[in-house]
């Protein structure tokens, strides 16, 4: 079992940035890919981005890439995402998520076993 605790969420104006953070618990945090997704009320998850457990293998949304950067800390059994340039469109709840399934789907809620509690990120105009 892998508990994971997103923080680093709020209010920011449009062009601002945030970081958010995932910290895990319970199992060897590099065994495990790791991942975020967002989601609106009443709408599915989307993916956001991924990172492979090494840290080596990085994937991103297309609405997100070039502002948005994933990064592991396995020291720290943390996750970061870093967004920048942020939108009105960013606004979500967004959650953290790991699995070490073989082969791993990254882009799909199904690829991933375990999930945060999410943080609410809202971008104001």
């Known amino acids: 079992q892998v508990q994971l605790v997103e923080s680093g969420g709020g209010l920011v104006q449009a062009g601002g940035s945030l970081r958010l953070s995932c910290a895990a618990s319970?199992?060897?945090?590099?065994?495990?890919?790791m991942g975020w997704f967002r989601q609106l009320p009443g709408k599915e998850r989307d993916f956001v981005a991924a990172i492979a457990r090494s840290g080596g293998n990085t994937y991103y949304a297309d609405s997100v890439k070039g502002r948005f950067t994933i990064s592991r800390d396995n020291a720290k059994n943390t996750v970061y995402l870093q967004m920048n340039s942020l939108k009105p469109e960013d606004t979500a709840v967004y959650y953290c998520v790991a699995d070490r399934s073989v082969p791993w789907r990254w882009g799909t809620p199904d690829g991933y076993n375990y999930w945060g509690q999410g943080t609410q990120v809202t971008v104001s105009s």
């Open positions: 319970g199992r060897t945090f590099s065994n495990y890919n």
